[in-house]
């Protein structure tokens, strides 16, 4: 896989696991970190913010 697809395949895999946390009504924004990789920022609880990635060959959230 090129680069470009496997960023597509990313943002989709994000944009599905933003849906299942949505339903949740736990709060998320898909954007990208400094080297342009897709993630996640899911904010807990307790008001932090995480980043959760995708590991597109294993279908890994990390």
């Known amino acids: 896989?090129?680069?470009?697809?496997?960023?597509a395949r990313q943002q989709d895999l994000l944009t599905t696991l933003r849906?299942?946390?949505?339903?949740l009504y736990v709060p998320t924004f898909l954007t990208a970190d400094h080297n342009g990789q897709p993630c996640l920022e899911i904010t807990?609880?307790?008001a932090r913010t995480r980043r959760?990635?995708?590991?597109?060959?294993?279908?890994w959230f990390y």
């Open 19 to 23: 849906s299942y946390l949505a339903a």
């Open 44 to 46: 807990d609880h307790n």
């Open 1 to 7: 896989m090129n680069r470009e697809k496997i960023i």
């Open 52 to 59: 959760s990635y995708v590991q597109v060959v294993f279908y």
